[in-house]
C-alpha cells in the first residue's frame, strides 16, 4: 500500500458543487501539504500544516479550505469549484527532521465543468 | 524570497546520450535544492537533493546533479539516456527555517529512440 494515499483519484464535478479530496499518510510525519499542478507552472502551495493545529496558507488559498482530522489525515476543500480549478492536486508529507523532502501521494485529477 | 528557475519546458535527447536539464535557483541563505521525477500518471519521486554536504550529489538511475555557489545552478545530468527516463523534472528549492518546497515550472523530457 502507498505510503501517502488520496481519494478519489479522479473526479468530473460541476461549477458551484462542494468537493473534498481527501489524504492519509503511514508515514508518521507531522507536516502535510497540499500542491496544485498545472501544465507549465509547475506545483504551487495551496495549505500546508505542521501539526494537527496548525494550518497555514500557501501561495495559492483562495477558494480553498483545509482541515487537519489528525495527524494522519488532510483534506482539501473546494466550498463552490470554478472551472480554473482544474488541475492535478497533490497531497504531500515531510518529516520535521528532513530539510523540506516531500513524499507525494499519486495525485487527485479533478475537472470542474 | 526563494525560487528556481528552469530553462527550457522541453527537451529531446536521443537514447544514449547525454542528458542535461537546467536549474538556476535564487536564494538570499545556504539552499538545500532537489530534483523530483515525474512518470506519468504518477505522483513526484525524490530523485536527488544537495543539503550542504557534497556538493556533486548522486541520485537514483544513474542520475547526479552539482551544486555551484558561484553560478547559482543545480543541474541535473546523466551520460547516458534510456527510454524509461522519458518523464518530467521538477527542480525544487528551500531552506533552513524555512523547509517549505518551491518548486520550478518543470521540463519534459523526451527520449528519441
Known amino acids: 500500500d502507498a505510503d501517502v494515499t488520496q481519494t478519489p483519484r479522479n473526479r468530473i464535478t460541476k461549477t458551484g458543487k462542494r468537493i473534498m479530496l481527501e489524504c492519509s499518510q503511514t508515514?508518521?510525519?507531522?507536516?502535510m501539504y497540499w500542491y496544485r499542478q498545472d501544465p507549465g507552472l509547475g506545483l504551487r502551495l495551496i495549505y500546508y500544516?505542521?501539526?494537527?493545529?496548525?494550518?497555514n496558507k500557501g501561495e495559492i488559498s483562495d477558494g480553498y479550505s483545509v482541515s487537519r482530522q489528525a495527524q494522519a489525515k488532510f483534506s482539501l476543500s473546494l466550498e463552490s469549484a470554478i472551472p480554473n480549478q482544474t488541475a492535478l492536486y497533490f497531497c504531500?508529507?515531510?518529516?520535521?527532521?528532513?530539510?523540506?523532502?516531500?513524499?507525494f501521494g499519486e495525485g487527485s485529477r479533478l475537472t470542474v465543468l | 524570497a526563494q525560487s528556481v528557475t528552469q530553462l527550457g519546458s522541453h527537451v529531446s535527447v536521443s537514447e544514449g546520450a547525454l542528458v542535461l536539464l537546467r536549474c538556476n535557483y535564487s536564494s538570499s541563505v545556504p539552499p538545500y535544492l532537489f530534483w523530483y521525477v515525474q512518470y506519468p500518471n504518477q505522483g513526484l519521486q525524490l530523485l536527488l537533493k544537495y543539503t550542504s554536504a557534497a556538493t556533486l550529489v548522486k541520485g537514483i538511475n544513474g542520475f547526479e546533479a552539482e551544486f555551484k555557489k558561484s553560478e547559482t545552478s543545480f543541474h541535473l545530468t546523466k551520460p547516458s539516456a534510456h527510454m524509461s527516463d522519458a518523464a518530467e523534472y521538477f527542480c525544487a528549492v528551500s531552506y533552513f527555517g524555512n523547509e517549505k518546497l518551491t518548486f520550478g515550472t518543470g521540463t519534459r523530457l523526451t527520449i528519441i529512440p
Open positions: 500544516s505542521f501539526d494537527v493545529k496548525d494550518i
Open positions: 504531500a508529507t515531510s518529516d520535521i527532521r528532513n530539510t523540506g523532502e516531500l513524499f
Open positions: 508515514k508518521g510525519h507531522d507536516r
